[in-house]
Every structure is written in structure tokens, then in C-alpha cells.
């Protein structure tokens, strides 16, 4: 038997005094270009609501928003893939539901933040280890299958590697775009914006984990990023090595275009380094932006 968490317990937990050595799994840096046709300097940013740092105690619950997933898609998907293992394996399963699945995701945050090796530990009998209030949350049989079971898209209409339309993002896609549309709905970046890459730590087994040694962080997920001044990423776009099934000749400049097209005419100060793009491209990003290079 579960005991559920709603949003408010989840905002509760995050924001109590809780010790962390975590280390920050994001690096950002500068970037690069030239100038040509530039916009009205006089053009005014439209501002849009969003959160500022000195609103967040104040508005917990949009905090949360940020990170509004569909949990309704997430229990389909679930409960989806278990069925389906079930007509392979035979094994009876209990459904999952919204409540479950927002409980879920809520200890895995807390697990982020108190850390230990197995997430078994925190049901261990050892008193150096358990954790009283996670382990109330559910039994660890519940919380394994719920790892082992949740899904984010249909694993049977999945296209196969080598066929049209197959995708390395697949189980994953319609996460990260509801990532994306939550980041641009709740924040209008500063005038000044960047277009770089970052490195997600991550020494696991993938097939688009890449290693680069000049970075903090050189193992990992690398993840073409849009951030402003301020740090906030307001759009991302994740690198599977190829788009579709062959390799990119100007990866530099379809993400610079990809990752700005939602900004271009609104007088932004952008800056790239000179990696991401060629000539054609930094003469069709400068008839939006003021261009820089770092």
C-alpha cells in the first residue's frame, strides 16, 4: 500500500534544509560571429510573465508547473508496456495510477538529493541507511516495478533502426518537448542570449553518449543549448551523433537556426562561437539578431 504525495508535500520536501554534496552536471560557455544587416536597436523586448528569483518562495506551486509533465500520458504508457509484457511473460501486474505516478516522481527528485548507491537503501533494515519518510511513501517492490515499467511513448509502433522515421530520441520525444514548451512558457530570457553546447553527466551505456575532453564535464550527453544572461536554458536541442540516417555537413548552423527561430525579430544580442556556423548561415542569422562573437 502507497502513501501519495501531492504537489504541495513534493515543494514541501524539495525546499527543506536537506545536506547535498551534488555536484552541478551542467557546464555552459561563451560563444561566436560577424555583423552585417542589424535590427532596429530601438525595438523594445516584449516582456511576458514569468518567474524571478525573489518570486519562487512565494509561488512554490509555479515552480512546479516549470516541471508539468502530462501524468495521464506516463500512467497510459506505464500501464501500456506492462500489459504488453504481461501477454509475453503471463505475470499478473496492478495498474498504476496519477496519484502513484506523481509519488513516484517526486521521491526520485528526493532520491537526487539524497543520495545513495542503490535506491534499495533507502528500504534497507540497516539504521545508518533507511529512510524513514521514502520508505512510507511506497514498498520497494512498488517503486521497482514502477522503474522498470515506466514508458513515454509506444514501444510497438517504434520504427527500427535502418527504417524511415527511426529515431534514437524515440522513447523519450514527446518528454523533451514538454520540457521545452514548459522552459519558453514560464520565462522570457534577457536581451543577451548564447547558443553553445553542454555536457549532462552520465557514465552509463548509450549509444549517443559522447566524450569531450576540454570540457568540465567530458563524458556524457551533449545538449545543444539556448541560455541567456542569466543562465536560464530556454531551448535545447539533444545531439544523437546523426539526424535521420546520414551525417550532418552544417551541424553548427541548423542548430544555431533551430534553437533561435522562436526569438528572431525581438532585437536579441546573440552570441556563437565560430563552430556553428559557415558563411551562409551567420548572413541569414544576422537578418534577425545582433551578432557577436566570443
Known sequence: MSVHMNENNIVECLFEDIPSDSDTYTSYDDSDADETYLPNK???????????????????????????LDED?????????????????????????????????GMNILMGIKRYPSYRDYWSTSLDLHDDYISSLMTVNCFGWLLS???????????????????????VQSFLKKFQENFQKYYHPHKIIAVDECMIKFKGRSTIKQYMPKKPIKSGYKLWSLADKNGYLWNF????????DSVETNLGGRVVKDLKNPLQHKNHNLYIDNFKCNTFSLFEIKRYFLLWNC
Open 149 to 171: 515499467s515506466l514508458h513515454l511513448n509506444d514501444n510497438s509502433v517504434m520504427a527500427k533502426r535502418g527504417k524511415t522515421g527511426y529515431d534514437k530520441l524515440y522513447k
Open 73 to 105: 500520458l506516463i500512467v497510459y504508457q506505464a500501464n501500456l508496456y506492462a500489459y504488453q509484457i504481461k501477454m509475453k511473460t503471463r505475470k499478473n501486474y496492478i495498474p498504476t495510477d496519477t496519484n502513484e505516478i506523481v509519488t513516484f516522481l
Open 237 to 244: 536541442d539533444l545531439y544523437t551523433d546523426k539526424r535521420g
Open 42 to 68: 530601438d525595438d523594445e523586448i516584449i516582456e511576458v510573465n514569468h518567474l524571478s528569483d525573489d518570486s519562487i518562495d512565494q509561488n512554490d506551486e509555479e515552480l512546479v508547473e516549470i516541471l508539468n
